[in-house]
């Protein structure tokens, strides 16, 4: 396991409850079997181990379930063990419930329609395409008239001749 790895999983157990305690009987036929029942279900755990009253200290203790379950020591910290096992089947059904949720109708239909946009955006634009401002009014319209195009807080400020600034 590289560092950077067993720094993942140190970050990912920080937040994980202990599952169990590991206490005088210390490690055991039943505690390897729980531990194994665990690594079924996920790749990652964390055990605790009572320290007045182990018989043996932390690391030796973690040595010994990592062998009986045949997973990897990722840190022993005071009382606290973290454990992992690759676990294939987990990896597969992850990556299934992601294919079947990507194939669900009406998921990533904003993706999709910031792709539409964004293609738009770089497709050349045809000269007879009307471009509308953010005010609504098309900017050919505005210069067919004869009139410039204005946006709506110009006749706020009074810059439009014949609108008054402050009605009272």
């Not at 964004?118 to 008239?145: F, L, M, N, W, Y």
């Amino acid at each position: 396991m590289t560092s950077k790895t067993r720094a993942e999983l140190k970050a990912q157990a920080n937040h994980l409850p202990a599952l169990f305690q590991v206490g005088k009987g210390g490690v055991s036929e039943a505690l390897l079997n729980q531990t194994r029942d665990a690594f079924r279900t996920r790749e990652l755990i964390k055990l605790k181990a009572l320290l007045e009253t182990i018989p043996e200290p932390p690391e030796a203790l973690a040595e010994q379930i990592a062998e009986g379950c045949g997973a990897e020591v990722v840190q022993v910290i005071g009382g606290s063990m973290i454990f992992y096992k690759e676990n294939p089947e987990l990896r597969e059904k992850a990556k299934q419930k992601k294919k079947a949720a990507a194939q669900k109708p009406g998921v990533g239909i904003r993706a999709r329609k910031v792709k539409q946009a964004r293609e738009q955006r770089k497709a050349p634009q045809d000269s007879t395409q009307r471009s509308t401002p953010q005010h609504g009014v098309p900017k050919r319209a505005a210069a067919q008239r004869g009139a410039a195009p204005y946006r709506a807080s110009q006749t706020a400020r009074g810059k439009r001749p014949g609108k008054a600034r402050n009605p009272k």
